[in-house]
């Protein structure tokens, strides 16, 4: 299985494109969080609608999985914690996203949330005891977690590694 993993695109659309062009060499697409950028000048909802419009478009060429990065937090949930609402959304697309688990050969993924309180974390806790029982020979955890030391490190290292068009470069895969 020849899988893609991304996160932090921070909703650069020339990162989208990007991975819209690299897809259909790859089996599986992990969008590892971070599809949006709150702290943009284009509105948070703007955003869900373009990003919700490329994931649609991408579960076209290709299976994926989306998790919710901290960056993807767009309401608080009865218990006040902040969850990414529109990220479940995206499961009528045929995208796997947050709470699911599912089995692609002998492999079983995992895909949790960003979790911003207690409630949420103990969700994931129960969710990682059902999926352990059920013994797959792999198992991954689609999980986001921000740079290390840093607000937004890494972004730029992304972006200028994924700024090359499909047209001049290709994307590399590692079988397993």
């Keep these: 299985m020849r899988c893609l993993v991304v996160a932090d695109l921070h909703y650069s ?18 969008f590892a969080g971070d599809a949006l950028d709150l702290g943009s000048a284009v509105d948070f909802r703007a955003q869900i609608v373009v990003v919700k419009k490329y994931l649609a478009r991408l579960a076209g060429l290709t299976r994926v999985i989306l998790c919710s990065g901290n960056h ?8 006040g914690e902040k969850i990414a609402r529109w990220i479940g959304e995206v499961r009528s697309l045929g995208v796997a996203c947050d709470g699911d688990s599912l089995t692609i050969d ?19 806790d129960t969710q990682l005891r059902e999926a352990a029982a ?4 792999r ?25 090359n068009s499909c047209n001049g470069s290709s994307a590399t895969a590692r079988p397993w």
């Design 13 to 30: 659309l020339p990162q989208f494109d990007w991975l819209l062009c690299a897809a259909p060499h790859f089996d599986l697409v992990i």
């Design 72 to 79: 993807d937090l767009d309401q608080r949930d009865a218990e």
């Design 106 to 124: 002998d492999t079983l993924f995992t895909v949790c949330p960003w979790w911003d309180g207690p409630l949420v974390k103990e969700r994931i």
């Design 134 to 137: 059920q013994r797959a020979k």
């Design 139 to 163: 198992w991954i955890w689609v999980h986001h977690a921000p740079p290390a030391n840093s607000r937004r490190a890494g972004v730029a290292s992304a972006s200028s590694a994924m700024s």
